[in-house]
């Protein structure tokens, strides 16, 4: 009978599958891959993010960790030894042994910091300290936001690349067979048959080798995003709304308070500031209290060791303080003011590469634009030239030559106009993240 009930509490914990195990796979993908999505994913499963989420938890328990020592410092000791022989001393002309075979001792010691330059640092810094690393993670989550948008919309040119090629292919196919048909009627000679089967042979090898590309691109991708490498990931998004979201305002002025690299150079001022106060301090005693409470046990008998027990008590007040060092602590002050003076540089740099960096992006933008405004007048205009040189072609009208460049045309100005489109978006992110716009 326990061998039947075992068998059913195997076959039962067999059959039934790990909910939890389920539960993670499913949360593991993205049902619905929009451009927020993938961002918000990244920003959950990003190696780098989790590790400065980490570095947060890890200079917040370094800070509390300096800090306890402002509380009191309490320690117990005990001891516990045997003479095998007993030490001697010398003693009114006369070496005599002394002490006991068997000695302990319990004690138990208190230290308190009143004044040191170390603890008053850390007391002062602990919030900018926080501060700082908080800031490198927001760093680091813009420059995640940045590059999973970037990588996201290099899928989807390289994907609407494919999509253009297929296209061609269809027509360059319909026009395979209509001079096919024609040559065979005796109508046209070989010539445009021929070159139609090498514009197709073309369409197809240019489709292959963008095909081949987007694996690599999801790849990279996925890595950005800390996805799953064999999960399938199907991107969404709506063509008219990102027309109309890569649209911003040109007149928009930067402004050095919204980067995060200005925010973290002012943090580290601040902690350059202090540290040269520490330094100062040095000319400052060092000052702390101690105390102790010590019971001693002496005997020759080891179970008796304990029956008598010897006591003191004592309390006290250390200060403590350099003289003279060969002048080191004014050159510790010196090296500490010029290091002041470095970051007050490396702030008019930044600034300088801020504005730069601004210019640059908004002068791309602005081209994007204009280059994108022009390529889309044109999508509409190639198509309605192919339709109708094919219609002329079909009549007698125009040659095939001229339905190979009205299709070329074509291809090219809508791979154009979606290439333009990806460019104009990617260098609104650069103006985004030179204003310090990015939002994640």
Not at 111 to 129: E, I, P, S, Y
Not at 283 to 295: E, R
Request: aromatic letters at 12%; glycine letters at 4%.
């Amino acid at each position: 009978m326990r061998v039947f009930f075992t068998l059913i509490a195997v076959i039962y914990f067999t059959a039934t599958p790990d909910k939890s195990i389920s539960q993670n796979n499913t949360d593991s993908v993205l049902q619905n891959a929009s451009l927020i999505n993938c961002v918000q994913y990244a920003l959950q499963h990003q190696p780098t993010i989790q590790q400065s989420l980490i570095d947060e938890d890890i200079v917040d328990k370094s800070i509390k960790s300096k800090l306890a020592d402002w509380y009191p410092q309490l320690n117990l000791n005990y001891t516990i030894q045997n003479y095998f022989q007993l030490p001697s001393a010398f003693f009114g002309g006369n070496v005599v042994q002394t002490g006991a075979f068997n000695n302990s001792g319990l004690g138990v010691s208190l230290t308190q910091n009143l004044f040191t330059r170390d603890l008053l640092l850390a007391n002062r810094t602990a919030g900018d300290v926080r501060k700082q690393i908080k800031q490198s993670s927001v760093s680091n989550k813009i420059d995640v936001t940045v590059n999973v948008s970037k990588a996201f919309y290099d899928v989807l040119l390289t994907q609407k690349q494919i999509s253009v090629l297929d296209e061609d292919i269809i027509r360059l196919e319909k026009s395979l067979k209509d001079a096919y048909n024609q040559y065979q009627s005796g109508i046209v000679d070989k010539t445009d048959y021929k070159r139609a089967t090498i514009s197709l042979n073309n369409a197809k090898a240019q489709r292959k080798q963008v095909q081949d590309l987007i694996v690599a691109k999801y790849a990279y991708l996925k890595q950005l995003m800390g996805y799953p490498d064999k999960a399938d990931l199907v991107l969404q998004y709506d063509s008219n709304v990102m027309e109309r979201e890569a649209l911003i305002d040109t007149a928009q002025q930067v402004s050095f308070q919204n980067r995060i690299e200005y925010q973290l150079l002012q943090t580290q001022q601040k902690l350059q500031q202090a540290n040269v106060q520490y330094n100062k301090w040095s000319y400052i005693p060092t000052v702390s209290a101690f105390g102790a409470y010590n019971s001693s046990y002496f005997n020759n008998s080891f179970g008796k060791l304990y029956n008598s027990t010897y006591t003191n008590s004592f309390v006290g007040l250390q200060l403590s303080m350099p003289i003279f060092q060969g002048n080191k602590r004014v050159y510790q002050v010196k090296q500490a003011e010029l290091q002041l003076k470095r970051v007050d540089w490396d702030m008019i740099s930044l600034k300088s590469r801020i504005n730069a960096q601004y210019e640059q992006a908004m002068a791309s933008y602005k081209g994007n634009l204009a280059n994108f405004t022009a390529l889309k007048d044109n999508v509409q205009l190639a198509d309605e030239v192919y339709k109708t040189i094919h219609v002329q072609y079909t009549s007698g009208i125009k040659t095939y030559l001229d339905v190979i460049i009205a299709e070329s045309d074509l291809r090219t100005a809508q791979l154009n106009y979606y290439t333009a489109l990806y460019q104009l978006l990617e260098s609104k992110i650069d103006v985004q993240k030179a204003l310090g716009n990015i939002q994640y």
